[in-house]
């Protein structure tokens, strides 16, 4: 009888365990369910609060401490807006263990908000203890895949809330690729169960500075695993284009949203803008561009301002 009690008490531990990993695997969002969005700066505070129709907001999670949240994203959350904090330093990518700290403050903001989700970037950004300051590609080979694929869970061991990972921009390309941009993507994002943080921008700036066709590109993605979606603009120089967030959205970008949002249910699209930050109406005007693609894309309308 006491060993029948104790293989019950295994089997209620692991019942619970995989119940509890499952909880955290990404399951798909109903669509519009975060709505329109943008990334929070403190330069468009104001205007982020004035903005009718707004559904949820992303903060740059270093940025940001966990016990000393911004009063503006107090009352943002306290209207109702979801706040999703967002990852660029944990080089999911690197060889290098992640950092367990900059996990654990992706969790407790998370924890502070009450987030849906968190996310963090497809690359790596450190390596033998330097810093690049910057989102470098990852090759696309086997072995890659394996090291990101154990940082990735890793982290998701320490976090609460499903983790969704994001497409970067890449002025090079690795040599000796083993597949595909979208084989890449969709492998990590099948090993790993996290949800798919898709930005048209950098699959628009990809396909402008090394070639290839966009739409292709994301007819090839597992689209069913979006989170939410990124739109910037960038700029141009020495004919390479420069995914900066420092200008307003192309044409091109906003023409491959429409293109997206007729392929499959986008639960939110946000705008990133990090320099050249725009006035109140600058930056609704391209705010409702944004509502309008979708719009067009899916024939349901994110409310204007």
Known sequence: MEADAVAEAGAAVEVAAAVEEDDMKFKPLDPNQLGLGIGWRPELSLDIERRAGLGFAEIVAENIEPDAIPKPLIKLRETGKQLIPHGISLSLGGAEAIDRA????????????????????????????????????????????????????????????????????????????????????????????????????????????????????????????????????????????????????????????????????????????????PDASQLNHEMDAIAAAIASGHGTAIPAR
């Open 102 to 277: 900059r996990v654990i403050r992706l969790r407790d903001l998370a924890r502070r908000l009450d987030s849906p989700l968190v996310s963090e970037h497809i690359a790596f950004v450190r390596a033998g203890g330097i810093e690049a300051g910057h989102l470098l590609p990852l090759p696309r080979t086997k072995a890659a895949i394996r090291v990101l694929i154990d940082n990735v869970n890793r982290a998701q061991d320490l976090l609460d809330t499903p983790l969704a990972l994001e497409n970067i921009s890449a002025l090079f390309e690795w040599p000796d690729a083993e597949m595909s941009d979208a084989e890449f993507v969709s492998e990590i994002l099948e090993k790993t169960g996290a949800g798919l943080l898709l930005d048209v921008a950098n699959v628009w700036a990809n396909a402008r500075n090394l070639g290839g066709d966009p739409a292709a590109l994301l007819r090839q993605l597992p689209l069913e695993r979006i989170a939410y979606v990124h739109v910037a603009g960038g700029e141009e120089r020495n004919g390479i284009y420069h995914d900066s967030h420092s200008a307003a959205v192309p044409t091109g970008v906003l023409d491959l949203l429409k293109t997206l949002c007729r392929m499959a249910p986008v639960p939110g699209v946000m705008l990133e803008r990090d320099d050249h930050f």
